[in-house]
């Protein structure tokens, strides 16, 4: 996986991951070296700027909370749901491979990207542009999907963070519960 935004005229896509859904941007306007320049760090923060450096091309939105859920443990562990997959292959340009692609897919997790461009056959970055992009993604998200609006966006990330939290605690009662379990099958006689 590569470290740069990628060779000369090759086109830069980039995955966000959100509580609500999967979104790829296109970013149509940034050079790598500007990427942490003032200017464009700025760009990132104003709206109206950052629609001009990025257009969305895709969102597909989770189906439920479970859903989310299932989802975003799957990111977090640098996984690659069937859903984020065929999400990724409708959205994208085809490529017959990596080489002759004629763009890249921004990513924040290199172990995700890594999965992605060996198993799917799709070029990934991950880098400082790609991680400013997705910080303006992360802002301006309600901008670009109006379901997201009204506070809706916050409602997910929070409902998120709390089936999050749930499973994680659900997970060490499950392990403590069987280690106590195995302690008390174990008899010392022997």
């Known amino acids: 996986m590569g470290k740069s935004k990628g060779e000369k005229g090759k086109r830069l896509y980039v995955l966000f991951e959100s509580a ?17 320049s003032e200017n464009v760090q700025k760009s990132v923060t104003d709206p109206k700027r950052f629609g001009e450096i990025c257009k969305l091309k895709g969102f597909q939105p989770f189906t439920s909370p479970e859903n989310a859920l299932e989802n975003m443990m799957a990111v977090s562990e640098g996984q690659v749901t069937e859903e984020l997959q065929n999400f990724l292959e409708v959205t994208l340009p085809k490529a017959k491979s990596v080489k002759k692609a004629s763009y890249q897919l921004g990513v924040t997790a290199p172990v995700m990207g890594s999965f992605i461009q060996e198993n799917l056959n799709i070029p990934c970055v ?18 670009y999907i109006k379901t997201l609006r009204g506070g809706r966006s916050e409602r997910a990330q929070l409902g998120l963070a709390h089936s999050y939290s749930r499973y994680v605690i659900s997970q060490k ?6 280690k106590k379990s195995n302690e008390n099958n174990h008899d010392d006689r022997f």
Do not use: K, P, W
Not at 20 to 28: A, I, K, L, Q
């Open 173 to 178: 009662h499950t392990t403590t519960t069987t």
């Open 126 to 143: 991950s880098n400082e542009v790609v991680r400013e992009i997705v910080r303006g993604c992360r802002q301006h998200l309600s901008t």
């Open 20 to 36: 609500s859904g999967y979104g790829v941007f296109e970013v149509v306007e940034m050079d790598e070296m500007d990427a942490l």
